[in-house]
């Protein structure tokens, strides 16, 4: 019911920043949380950061200081500044949309509802 398109991803050098969007629409909410999460090959997928419906965001302590999540309401967008990448942080990162009311942003995948498919983001040395 609700479509989540992710962009921005690519390939960048060590100590490079990208901005990664997700675009949602259909019948989205706006007491959602938007979540990040990335995966690699042959590991489960692991959160990045979210931002609660109270505006409240939060980050994976890998990330911490580096990933700025922010949104823009009217264009039912979600970013996700990356800065100082690393090449650990190369991954296919997914944005995520959790229905659900709750006191805290969730960091549990099975917590969303609505996925996108992916963008790469690739971090070379």
């Known amino acids: 019911q609700v479509q989540l398109v992710e962009s921005g991803g690519g390939l960048v050098q060590a100590g490079g920043s990208l901005r990664l969007s997700c675009a949602a629409s259909?019948?989205?909410?706006?007491?959602?949380?938007m979540g990040w999460f990335r995966q690699v090959p042959g590991k489960e997928r692991e959160f990045v950061s979210a931002?609660?419906?109270?505006?409240?965001?939060i980050y994976a302590d890998s990330v911490k200081g580096r990933f700025t999540i922010s949104r823009d309401n009217a264009k039912n967008t979600v970013y996700l500044q990356m800065n100082s990448l690393k090449p650990e942080d190369t991954a296919v990162y997914y944005c995520?949309?959790?229905?659900?009311?709750?006191?805290?942003?969730?960091?549990?995948?099975?917590?969303?509802?609505?996925w996108g498919r992916g963008t790469q983001v690739t971090v070379s040395s």
């Open positions: 931002m609660h419906w109270s505006g409240n965001s």
């Open positions: 995520a949309a959790d229905a659900t009311i709750r006191w805290n942003p969730s960091t549990i995948t099975s917590a969303y509802d609505f």
């Open positions: 259909g019948r989205t909410f706006s007491s959602s949380t």
